[in-house]
């Protein structure tokens, strides 16, 4: 019921507002277990998704958000499981892993649509990095359910970083066909076997998405990119610094020149 009152009251207006365009609708089964696959550019991705489906679909969300105290925790609880949202314990990896995919495995035995992105982390720069190999693959292999490769499109473009108000435009979403991993039944703990089925949907997430791919892990860009800035950062204090240590000296000298 909840669910159901969230989707009108979040999912009706994001429809209204922003028109997303779909297609593939048809590869959502209408009953039964499947795992929805997506490539991750924007926190609205969870949202977007669930508002052009007809059935409930459930993601993994961290912790934090169904434990922070206060009035306004509880409602971003209320609003987090009214969304279809499973908390998480990140703390550590290991664990979070194996959390998630237990829920995995829990929501597709009800028979109900099981979301996921295999990137494990929003994408840093509009691009399609490698898929983790731990979450998807396991949770597929175990329950036979199929998985639907999904594209989200231009989400990320809605409301960039450091930007408040979101852009009116009309973001996108592909859903490919069903991917049937039956051959690998029981492989579940294979560690090459978990990474062929995992980069096999991202190639079809890629196909569908247009996306360049990146064939490393984006939690390892972003590092990249941290350090990287923490580098420029570095540089421009090192040359500031320089700079004015040179400007001292050279009104040093040019005082020393105009003494009688």
């Known amino acids: 019921m909840l669910y159901g009152a969230m989707k009108v009251a979040v999912g009706g207006p994001l429809k209204v507002a922003f028109r997303p365009w779909v297609e593939g609708l ?20 969870s949202f977007f ?15 934090e958000y169904f434990t922070t105290p206060g009035v306004k925790g509880r409602l971003t609880a209320a609003f987090f499981k009214g969304v279809g949202q499973l908390p998480v314990d990140r703390s550590g990896a290991r664990g979070a892993g194996e959390a998630a995919i237990k829920s995995g495995i829990e929501v597709l035995e009800r028979g109900e649509l099981f979301g996921i992105y295999p990137e494990g982390t929003r994408s840093p720069d509009g691009r399609l990095y490698r898929g983790k190999p731990g979450g ?3 949770v597929a292999l175990a329950t036979g359910a199929p998985v639907l ?5 231009d989400t990320e473009k809605i409301q ?11 973001p996108g979403i592909r859903i490919g066909k069903p991917l049937d991993f039956s051959r690998y039944q029981g492989m579940e703990h294979d ?10 949907v991202m190639y079809e997430i890629m196909k569908l998405s247009g996306q360049e791919y990146v064939d490393i892990y984006a939690t390892a860009m972003k590092r990249q990119l941290a350090d990287a800035a923490k580098a420029e950062k570095a540089a421009r204090a090192a040359l500031a610094k320089a700079e004015k240590e040179q400007a001292e000296k050279e009104k040093q000298t040019e005082q020393r020149r105009t003494e009688p």
């Open 49 to 63: 998704l669930p508002a052009v489906l007809d059935r409930k679909v459930t993601f993994i969300a961290k912790a």
């Open 160 to 170: 960039p970083p450091g930007k408040v108000m979101p852009k009116l435009m009309r």
């Open 191 to 200: 560690r090459f076997v978990l990474r062929a089925v995992t980069d096999e």
């Open 149 to 153: 490769p999904v594209a989200m499109i």
């Open 26 to 45: 048809e590869n959502v089964p209408s009953e039964g277990p499947a795992i929805l696959a997506s490539n991750h550019l924007s926190f609205s991705d």
């Open 136 to 138: 998807l693959a396991r």
